[in-house]
């Protein structure tokens, strides 16, 4: 089924900063998509266009990005008269008439929201869900399975006021060898999950105050720690308290290219001290050996940033 119209604006996402939304009209209706955004970029990702206007947002505005999809992307998708289920075709065109490797000209927001939205289009011309349009172009296998839900507990990095450097530490209900939760649903993981951030909030007021229970951009609450060895304690005494010891496994989104000095080749874990001494920044294998003594300090721990060394530092790569 053909797309008669393609139409993009910026809206406002939970931190108020703007992004960018796309609308897919085919004879199904008018099919719609929000471009996530994150507080940090990996400096390996692709490129978010912003337009860079201190005078508006704060430089973080993305009309350029809306202007693209208008101007650029609606007439040409529209004249190849692409099939809206065929998504290797509809990607393969976006990234032509981008022409670069990570997005920089046309901007991966203004790409992303028109595959979203378009895959919408799919589903709804194929009469299904949108998980089971993925499911098909994935090729996986039938019957669908829910995801062990990842839940963000405790914020720090980019996402949070204090002055711990890492990013992000999630519960996640202990997986087996069959890739299924221990929990024996969805629901119940997140049930496991709702209670032992109840406990992990109360913890933290109860040992740093009540400032302790604000939360971070992404909800989890934001005590003002330095180190991650006390923010895995706190969650581990939490899990404990809430009597999921054994059941629950702990992941790290570490972002950590938000605090690499490119020049000196080394990790500020301090990077949010404007005074930062710079004797204490750490190589890639410092970092490296304070990931390993994290995993054994902490039996649960389970870390998702795998470090890789490179010319720039580490990547992210999910085990």
């Not at 991966?108 to 979203?116: E, F, P, T």
């Not at 992000?168 to 951030?197: C, H, N, Q």
Request: glycine share 8%; net charge neutral.
């Amino acid at each position: 089924m053909p797309i008669s119209k393609i139409h993009a604006r910026y809206v406002y996402d939970s931190r108020g900063n703007p992004t960018v939304e796309v609308d897919i009209v085919t004879e199904t209706g008018l099919h719609r998509a929000i471009v996530p955004s994150g507080a940090s970029t990996g400096m390996h990702e692709a490129c978010e266009l912003r337009d860079g206007d201190k005078s508006k947002w704060g430089g973080k505005g993305v009309t350029k990005a809306v202007a693209n999809v208008n101007e650029k992307i609606a007439p040409e998708l529209i004249k190849a008269n692409v099939d809206v289920k065929d998504q290797s075709a509809v990607d393969s065109l976006l990234n032509k008439l981008d022409g670069t490797q990570n997005k920089t000209n046309l901007g991966a927001n203004a790409i992303l929201g028109v595959s979203m939205a378009i895959a919408k289009a799919a589903a709804a011309e194929k009469r299904v869900p949108l998980y089971a349009h993925i499911s098909d172009l994935a090729g996986t296998k039938k019957p669908y399975v829910l995801p062990v839900p990842f839940m963000n507990v405790l914020n720090g990095g980019s996402h949070a006021g204090g002055r711990l450097a890492f990013q992000e530490f999630m519960i996640v209900p202990r997986r087996k060898l069959t890739f299924a939760s221990d929990a024996p649903t969805f629901t119940e993981g997140m049930r496991w999950g709702a209670e032992v951030y109840a406990k992990l909030k109360a913890l933290a007021k109860k040992k740093y105050g009540q400032s302790a229970g604000n939360v971070g951009d992404e909800g989890g609450v934001a005590p003002d720690i330095q180190t991650a060895d006390e923010a895995l304690s706190l969650i581990t005494e939490a899990i404990e308290q809430a009597g999921y010891t054994g059941k629950m496994n702990i992941a790290m989104d570490v972002a950590s290219s938000e605090f690499y000095k490119t020049e000196e080749k080394k990790y500020d874990l301090d990077f949010k001290n404007p005074n930062s001494d710079k004797s204490q920044w750490v190589t890639y294998e410092q970092l490296a050996q304070q990931y390993k003594d994290l995993a054994s300090n902490v039996d649960e721990f389970r870390s998702t940033e795998k470090v890789v060394q490179n010319s720039h530092g580490f990547t992210k790569s999910m085990p």
